[in-house]
């Protein structure tokens, strides 16, 4: 089920013309460019729909805004926020479906990529795993951040492909599997001639201390970088650091990268999006 509520159904039609080339939507893929808020009938909705489909497995809902429940006056931010999400996250465990919910950003930029959910930690601390996903306007690279209850916190190098229409893991090394804050803490420590502390390279970079340090302890445990027994790090493999040894796990993965293949359906038909509308 595709909540699509920022769209209408001219748009979706384009859309899925584009992507599907002239292939239809498969039967079981429902969509509704319209839904009631979940206070108004719309959380016992999806319920409905899900008895409907046992089968189901992904429900997306886009965006939040336009189905969260009116905020109720004297509120605390933080438990309007969770209580907006955590009933959906009683649904997925109790049907067995991921829901994907989309969500906006913060303009203002921050070293933790949780801190770029907008609104307050009620939503991330309803959620089982947090995807955000970073991109400058107007540049192809992005990376997507993944963290979760059920899986080690995540950092994938994409890039748009037009042809593809979507996105594509890089390949071209280790740097560009790295995100922008990772090869910014690595250049920092290549071109210091001794091992440097967490403080010093956020002062180097004008971050939080905080935000690096932790960073600089994924680092390390990933074997990007080696810390010593005094807490001072220096880049794993770097030759500028004699005294830094190179693991052999980094030294023979090579950072592999699989391509993501695109999906596509095998049911043809005139009209794209079908009758797939179900609201």
């Keep these: 089920l595709y909540l699509a509520l920022e769209d209408n159904d001219r748009r979706l039609q384009n859309r899925a013309l584009k992507l599907l080339e002239g292939q239809q939507l498969a039967y079981d893929f429902d969509l509704a460019t319209e839904w009631p808020r979940f206070d108004e009938g719309g959380l016992l909705a999806i319920e409905e729909w899900l008895k409907d489909h046992p089968l189901a ?44 919910v989309i969500h906006h950003t913060r303009k203002a930029d921050s070293d933790d990529p949780i801190d770029l959910v907008s609104g307050s930690l009620g939503l991330t601390g309803a959620a089982d795993g947090v995807l955000v996903l970073k991109r400058s306007r107007g540049q192809a690279d992005a990376t997507l951040h993944a963290t ?53 390279v956020a002062k180097v970079l004008s971050r939080e201390y905080s935000a690096v340090k932790k960073l600089m302890w994924c680092m390390a445990k990933d074997g990007e970088i080696h810390a010593d027994a005094s807490g001072q790090y220096t880049v794993t493999g770097n030759s500028g650091n004699p005294g830094n040894p190179v693991t052999e796990e980094y030294e023979a993965s090579g950072y592999p990268v699989t391509r993501v293949t695109p999906v596509t359906t095998n049911v043809i038909g005139e009209d794209a999006l079908g009758d797939h509308r179900s609201f």
């Design 57 to 100: 497995h992904l429900i997306v809902i886009d965006t939040l805004k336009r189905v969260r429940p009116h905020e109720r006056a004297n509120s605390r931010l933080y438990d309007t926020d969770y209580e907006a999400l955590a009933p959906l996250g009683d649904l997925a465990r109790e049907y067995n479906v991921c829901i994907l």
């Design 148 to 200: 979760g209850r059920d899986f080690e916190d995540q950092e994938i190098a994409l890039r748009w492909d037009a042809e593809l229409r979507g996105w594509d893991m890089l390949s071209e090394g280790p740097k560009y599997q790295r995100s922008e804050a990772r090869q910014k803490v690595i250049d920092v420590l290549a071109a210091s001639a001794e091992a440097m502390a967490p403080k010093a």
